[in-house]
């Protein structure tokens, strides 16, 4: 992706990349965002967790299990977005 060269904060001033950066438009800026999302992933460091997000993950899993038929399927998520199943 041709945006990652244009993140390297080393030699630069942050003041610098931050203006780019902001200056992207939205689809870059999400692309960046999953180019970031992808490189902590793969640095495979454990992401803390809040005890407030663990309870409110408790709470969403035992909704559904009481109620599995409010459940929508990924394909017809994708459908309502505009997206194939693919995407």
Known sequence: ????????????PMSSDLSYLMSLDVP?????????????D???????????????LDR???AVTQQPETLIPLAQVLQRLGRDHAA
């Open 28 to 40: 870059n800026k999400l692309e960046l965002i999953g180019v970031l999302w992808d490189s902590i």
């Open 60 to 62: 969403r899993k035992a």
């Open 42 to 56: 793969a640095q495979g460091e454990v992401v803390p967790v809040s005890e407030s997000l663990i309870a409110e």
């Open 1 to 12: 992706m041709e945006l990652v060269e244009h993140c390297n904060l080393k030699g630069i």
